[in-house]
């Protein structure tokens, strides 16, 4: 069996991501792998639909990133999401960011949550009411 390929976003460099050195701000990454975060889940329907319903919605806990190379502007990259459930209230969902040739610039992992939005509390099993709300896990953890 093959590993299948993580979900990806293509997103270019604008120019008012650069800082003084002329690469992309380090705070532009994380704004790059919640982009990829956003359109997993929204393709995967864990913004909407039944998990809205039920006052669900994924939070960001805990974000860390590792830099590799550096992105100049006019930089074409795709950014990865795959996200990893365990036993806890919490998930990961990690990222990485390679440049068009395939380089590897940065890895972001990244802690999350499903949120009860009226308790204001994490959920227990938050892979389980991915699952109950319909969200597509194949595509959101990429699975087989």
């Not at 359109?39 to 860390?64: H, K, N």
């Not at 795709?78 to 969902?93: I, L, R, W």
């Amino acid at each position: 069996m093959t590993e299948r390929e993580p979900f990806r976003v293509r997103i270019k460099v604008r120019h008012y991501e650069l800082d003084t050195l002329g690469h992309v701000n380090h705070a532009v990454y994380h704004s790059y792998g919640e982009v990829a975060r956003l359109e997993l889940m929204e393709q995967a329907g864990g913004l909407d639909g039944e998990l809205q319903r039920q006052r669900l919605a994924a939070v960001l806990l805990e974000s860390t990133i590792s830099f590799r190379r550096e992105l100049r502007a006019g930089d074409e990259v795709d950014v990865t999401c795959t996200a990893k459930f365990g036993s806890g209230k919490t998930f990961q969902m990690n990222s990485d960011i390679y440049k068009a040739d395939g380089t590897l610039s940065a890895e972001i992992k990244c802690v999350v949550g499903l949120m009860d939005l009226d308790r204001r509390k994490l959920v227990t099993d938050p892979r389980g009411r991915f699952e109950q709300a319909g969200a597509d896990l194949k595509l959101l953890c990429g699975e087989n």
